[in-house]
């Protein structure tokens, strides 16, 4: 296949409630969605989705866009792809921006699907028609508000909560939660914001019985995680640390972590994500699919990849109305009994909601040929 034309929509869609972690509060995402058509008029679909603050990676969505039309996009034309595997290496001349090559990536994945005439999801080691899903929970004002919110996600059914905590705002948070949900599958994410200085304060959380701690030093840390590991029982998570197999090598070499969580965009798409995968189940790794508060379109990508067996702990792939008040798909993802349809159909199976995207956003062609 060959690349004619790719257009793009910049949404913003503002969120429920702001959701509020140790880089900041958000109150609304700002996404792109990439249309890439082929010679015979096939569509793939394909999500950018870094922020717009260089905090939790360095990549934003503004250098993104400028590395997709000025870098990536010129190593396509007039290119005749085979295999989507190949855009992984095809891409490689451009060092890091992992999230500007997976939208276009996982678009050429869509598109490849539709030209098969089958859905992206047979292309995994899929399984299930429907997963269980976790949910995230950022820093709340006040015990009440938090343990209500718990409340009220534990009735709709999620089967994991995962708590946003900051050095003053860890211990007496879980301990309110532990004591009205002691048996709730549940871990916090510190988004790199302890040092190795608060290791004593960090091995006080082994009592609580997490499933994990994610990222509780900065993101090109492995040697610190490690000798926290080695003291506490509680495995430790990476999360901003991972953007290639590579980087799973090295932390497990060093013993840095027990679980890996991993995200299509932060890793360059789904060839690598696939690796990370398959070296996770090799080396006895817990690995789990994260969120970066995807559209539908960046939803159904990650239930067709979390529908794969080696998938056990449930992921931050919560229902479209957990953050949003309307999608940008025609269908948005509910939860039923704590589980979400995978969906069906060609490519990732979901078709895009032209009223929400001019609603949201506006449109553009960034390449034609």
Same mark, same amino acid.
């Given at each position: 296949?060959?690349?004619? *034309?790719?257009? *793009?929509?910049?949404?913003?869609?503002?969120?429920?409630?702001?959701?509020?972690?140790?880089?900041? *509060?958000?109150?609304?995402?700002?996404?792109?969605?990439?249309?890439?058509?082929?010679?015979?008029?096939?569509?793939?679909?394909?999500?950018? /989705?870094?922020?717009?603050?260089?905090?939790?990676?360095?990549?934003?969505?503004?250098?993104?866009?400028?590395?997709?039309?000025?870098?990536?996009?010129?190593?396509?034309?007039?290119?005749?792809?085979?295999?989507?595997?190949?855009?992984?290496?095809?891409?490689?001349?451009?060092?890091?921006?992992?999230?500007?090559?997976?939208?276009?990536?996982?678009?050429?994945?869509?598109?490849?699907?539709?030209? $098969?005439?089958?859905?992206?999801?047979?292309?995994?080691?899929?399984?299930?028609?429907?997963?269980? /899903?976790?949910?995230? /929970?950022?820093?709340?004002?006040?015990?009440?508000?938090?343990?209500?919110?718990?409340?009220?996600?534990?009735?709709?059914?999620?089967?994991?909560?995962?708590?946003?905590?900051?050095?003053?705002?860890?211990?007496?948070?879980?301990?309110?939660?532990?004591?009205?949900?002691?048996?709730?599958?549940?871990?916090?994410?510190? $988004?790199?914001?302890?040092?190795?200085?608060?290791?004593?304060?960090?091995?006080?959380?082994?009592?609580?019985?997490?499933?994990?701690?994610?990222?509780?030093?900065?993101?090109?840390?492995?040697?610190?995680?490690?000798?926290?590991?080695?003291?506490?029982?509680?495995?430790?998570?990476?999360?901003? $640390?991972?953007?290639?197999?590579?980087?799973?090598?090295?932390?497990?070499?060093?013993?840095?972590?027990?679980?890996?969580?991993?995200?299509?965009?932060?890793?360059?798409?789904?060839?690598?994500?696939?690796?990370?995968?398959?070296?996770?189940?090799?080396?006895?790794?817990?690995?789990?699919?994260?969120?970066?508060?995807?559209?539908?379109?960046?939803?159904?990508?990650?239930?067709?990849?979390?529908?794969?067996?080696? !998938?056990?702990?449930?992921?931050?792939?919560?229902?479209?109305?957990?953050?949003? !008040?309307?999608?940008? /798909?025609?269908?948005?993802?509910?939860?039923?009994?704590?589980?979400?349809?995978?969906?069906?159909?060609?490519?990732?199976?979901?078709?895009?909601?032209?009223?929400?995207?001019?609603?949201?956003?506006?449109?553009?062609?960034?390449?034609?040929?």
């Amino acid at each position: 296949m060959i690349i004619k *034309r790719i257009d *793009r929509y910049q949404v913003r869609l503002p969120l429920r409630t702001p959701f509020e972690t140790s880089y900041g *509060r958000l109150t609304e995402k700002a996404f792109d969605i990439l249309l890439v058509t082929d010679e015979l008029g096939n569509k793939g679909i394909g999500e950018l /989705v870094p922020f717009e603050q260089p905090d939790y990676i360095e990549e934003t969505i503004q250098t993104a866009r400028i590395i997709i039309e000025k870098h990536l996009i010129p190593l396509l034309k007039d290119k005749e792809i085979y295999d989507p595997n190949e855009i992984s290496s095809l891409f490689k001349e451009v060092k890091g921006n992992q999230m500007a090559k997976a939208s276009l990536e996982t678009a050429i994945w869509d598109l490849y699907a539709k030209r $098969n005439n089958r859905s992206l999801k047979t292309y995994f080691a899929t399984t299930r028609a429907q997963i269980p /899903v976790g949910v995230s /929970v950022g820093i709340q004002p006040n015990l009440s508000e938090l343990l209500k919110q718990i409340t009220n996600y534990v009735d709709q059914g999620y089967q994991r909560v995962k708590l946003k905590i900051r050095p003053g705002y860890d211990l007496e948070p879980i301990r309110a939660i532990r004591k009205k949900f002691p048996k709730l599958p549940l871990m916090v994410d510190a $988004n790199s914001a302890y040092t190795i200085e608060d290791i004593d304060r960090l091995k006080k959380l082994d009592i609580y019985d997490l499933a994990m701690i994610e990222q509780p030093f900065s993101a090109d840390d492995f040697l610190d995680h490690a000798q926290l590991q080695k003291v506490i029982k509680t495995k430790i998570c990476l999360d901003e $640390n991972i953007r290639s197999l590579k980087d799973c090598e090295l932390a497990f070499a060093l013993g840095s972590c027990q679980s890996i969580n991993l995200k299509i965009p932060r890793v360059g798409g789904i060839t690598e994500a696939l690796k990370i995968v398959e070296f996770c189940e090799k080396h006895g790794l817990l690995v789990w699919l994260g969120g970066m508060f995807e559209s539908g379109v960046g939803r159904a990508l990650n239930l067709q990849f979390a529908a794969q067996n080696m !998938f056990t702990f449930p992921g931050d792939i919560s229902a479209s109305d957990r953050y949003y !008040f309307e999608d940008i /798909v025609s269908e948005p993802f509910m939860i039923q009994e704590g589980e979400i349809k995978v969906p069906d159909g060609l490519g990732i199976g979901v078709k895009l909601s032209q009223e929400k995207l001019m609603k949201y956003g506006y449109y553009e062609t960034i390449y034609s040929n």
